[in-house]
């Protein structure tokens, strides 16, 4: 059967909609992961490891270490992660880590190469651990799961208290292309509005500190509908990060999420029309701004300078099957599980986990995930392609699963088309986001989970 299909059908296979349904708010969601990790439950099966890799492709593997400590919790923070680390607890979750990586790694097997593509280093924030136990990550990496972190590149989040010189140096000698800082704003009283405690100095110095390293790629994090945030501060914050010429920028919009900082301060559900539109005003003015300064879109919350080294892969995300994840908060991808341990929000959860995990002996069986299936296959495939400015390739889509999205989401990409959201000035063969369509990435993803994912999202007790 051949996978070629036209780019688009020259006669619409599904009448139009009379009548298109509301436009979502366009802040829904952040899809940096389909199925969403709230959809995940646990394993009644518990499947080994080693027969979930069995069959898996293992030539251009992802790892991913994540590193559940932060020195303060920001207020907008719904990720997995803990202040501080008392009573030696990074060593013994070191320990735990190196334990997970020699059964992993085995799990793997010798009957096919294993090969890793790609490293990055998430949480949490990474530099939390000393230099010294920073070398041990690595080492668990290299020696333990084979990972050549001088050879693949290696991606790094840091802060800036936490970007110190030791550690800066340890990670550029084992082998670090990207260090990413979490900034959030250059201007002190937003940063006290997110509830993070910084000062612009320090945020300068660290910024310096990084540079002095000669890793090739910086990326500064900025966020975007803080209070009292106006185009003027947002636009100095933009222009204070310009200053030391990052290779690649994200502007995340700010959320207000349950159990979070600002979540007790405010009503997560309280956000309303007057704040998405000071949200998109924001956007459109930070993605011009960007644009006119020699910068490319490369998603809704991604711009690289035009002139930037490649370093592979755009992985930061987690995005691509063929992911292992080390670590109680990372997620591991296979094409047909998704799998990771328990998740929650609430400190006193996280603690519990982080001191379960440091405490396990048997990392050999997936514990919770979700089974990806051949329309939920189809489902992140799309996703994953179309929140990306260049768009998904339509013979790909076809090559992969021998049908056109315009059949398999017929319903969705119709809507899309009439809210404008769908560049129909695309080349041939690709489908593509209007730039308005990349603006409401956050309202358009959400829009393109299945029902089941759905109802296991709203069955989700936070915790």
């Given at each position: 059967m051949s996978t070629t299909v036209p780019s688009r059908p020259t006669t619409p296979t599904v009448p139009t909609t009379p009548t298109v349904p509301a436009t979502p708010r366009p802040y829904g969601s952040y899809v940096y992961?389909?199925?969403?990790?709230?959809?995940?439950?646990?394993?009644?099966?518990?499947?080994?490891?080693?027969?979930?890799?069995?069959?898996?492709?293992?030539?251009?593997?992802?790892?991913?270490?994540?590193?559940?400590?932060?020195?303060?919790?920001?207020?907008?923070?719904?990720?997995?992660?803990?202040?501080?680390?008392?009573?030696?607890?990074?060593?013994?979750?070191?320990?735990?880590?190196?334990?997970?990586?020699?059964?992993?790694?085995?799990?793997?097997?010798?009957?096919?190469?294993?090969?890793?593509?790609?490293?990055?280093?998430?949480?949490?924030?990474p530099t939390f651990l000393t230099a010294a136990e920073l070398e041990r990550l690595c080492d668990i990496a290299e020696r333990r799961m084979g990972v050549d972190l001088r050879a693949v590149p290696l991606s790094v989040e840091t802060s800036p208290s936490t970007a110190t010189a030791d550690r800066l140096a340890l990670l550029a000698e084992r082998g670090a292309t990207r260090l990413s800082i979490g900034v959030q704003s250059f201007v002190e009283a937003e940063a006290r509005a997110a509830v993070r405690p910084q000062r612009r100095a320090e945020v300068e110095a660290a910024l310096g500190r990084i540079r002095d390293t000669g890793v090739p790629v910086l990326n500064i994090d900025l966020i975007y509908g803080i209070d009292g945030q106006t185009e003027e501060t947002w636009r100095s914050s933009l222009d204070a990060a310009l200053a030391w010429r990052p290779e690649?920028?994200?502007?995340?919009?700010?959320?207000?999420?349950?159990?979070?900082?600002?979540?007790?301060?405010?009503?997560?559900?309280?956000?309303?029309?007057?704040?998405?539109?000071?949200?998109?005003?924001?956007?459109?003015?930070?993605?011009?701004?960007?644009?006119?300064?020699?910068?490319?879109?490369?998603?809704?919350?991604?711009?690289?300078?035009?002139?930037?080294?490649?370093?592979?892969?755009?992985?930061?995300?987690?995005?691509?099957?063929?992911?292992?994840?080390?670590?109680?908060g990372a997620r591991s991808y296979t094409s047909t599980l998704h799998y990771s341990f328990d998740y929650a929000v609430a400190m006193p959860e996280i603690r519990g986990i982080i001191?379960?995990?440091?405490?396990?002996?048997?990392?050999?069986?997936?514990?919770?995930?979700?089974?990806?299936?051949?329309?939920?296959?189809?489902?992140?495939?799309?996703?994953?392609?179309?929140?990306?400015?260049?768009?998904?390739?339509?013979?790909?889509?076809?090559?992969?699963?021998?049908?056109?999205?315009?059949?398999?989401?017929?319903?969705?990409?119709?809507?899309?088309?009439?809210?404008?959201?769908?560049?129909?000035?695309?080349?041939?063969?690709?489908?593509?986001?209007?730039?308005?369509?990349?603006?409401?990435s956050d309202g358009l993803g959400p829009e393109l989970f299945s029902p089941a994912v759905r109802a296991a999202m709203a069955a989700y007790e936070a915790k």
């Open positions: 992961a389909y199925p969403h990790k709230t959809a995940y439950r646990p394993l009644p099966d518990r499947p080994p490891l080693a027969a979930l890799w069995a069959d898996e492709p293992k030539d251009a593997l992802s790892l991913y270490a994540h590193i559940p400590f932060c020195e303060v919790r920001c207020g907008f923070c719904n990720l997995f992660t803990r202040i501080g680390a008392p009573d030696e607890l990074t060593t013994r979750y070191l320990d735990a880590l190196d334990r997970q990586a020699v059964a992993v790694r085995e799990a793997l097997g010798d009957a096919a190469p294993v090969r890793f593509a790609t490293a990055a280093f998430g949480g949490g924030t690649e920028l994200y502007l995340y919009p700010l959320y207000v999420r349950p159990l979070t900082g600002l979540g007790r301060l405010q009503d997560p559900a309280a956000a309303d029309r007057a704040w998405d539109e000071q949200r998109l005003r924001l956007y459109r003015h930070g993605r011009d701004h960007l644009l006119a300064r020699g910068y490319t879109q490369v998603s809704m919350r991604m711009f690289r300078r035009v002139d930037a080294p490649p370093q592979g892969p755009d992985d930061h995300a987690c995005q691509t099957d063929g992911m292992i994840g080390l670590g109680c001191d379960d995990y440091t405490r396990a002996e048997d990392f050999s069986r997936a514990e919770v995930g979700r089974r990806v299936d051949a329309g939920e296959a189809r489902r992140r495939h799309l996703l994953q392609s179309l929140l990306q400015a260049e768009g998904m390739e339509l013979d790909g889509y076809a090559a992969r699963f021998g049908s056109s999205p315009f059949t398999d989401f017929a319903a969705e990409l119709a809507r899309f088309e009439a809210r404008g959201w769908l560049d129909t000035g695309a080349p041939a063969g690709l489908l593509r986001l209007s730039p308005e369509g990349l603006a409401h």
